[in-house]
C-alpha cells in the first residue's frame, strides 16, 4: 500500500504589510500583494485562496496548490490585469541557462 501527502494550502504571515502601510500607501500596499500572488504562483505553484485583513502585524494569506494548467493560466491573467489597473507592467523575464 502506497500512501501520497499532497498538500491542500498553507497560510503565511507577511509583517511588512501592515494596517498603516495599508492606510497610508494603499498602492504600494496592493503591488505587494500582486508581487506577492505573482511570486508564489511561479516558484511554488500556488493561488491566493484567502486575504486576511491588514492589522498591525501584518496580514495573512492563505495559499492552495494549483490543480490544472487551465487554473495557473486563469490566475496568472488576473494578476496580468489586476497589475495594469494599477499602471504595473510586466516583462518576460529571460532564462539563465
Known sequence: MEHKITIMKYQTMFPGMTK?????????YQIAVISIRLDELQTKGAV????GKPTKSGTRMTFAPVRSAGEYEAEMQRILEDGKKLGLKFEKKKEEK
Open 48 to 51: 491566493l485562496q484567502k486575504m
Open 20 to 28: 498603516k502601510l495599508f492606510d497610508e500607501k494603499e498602492r504600494f
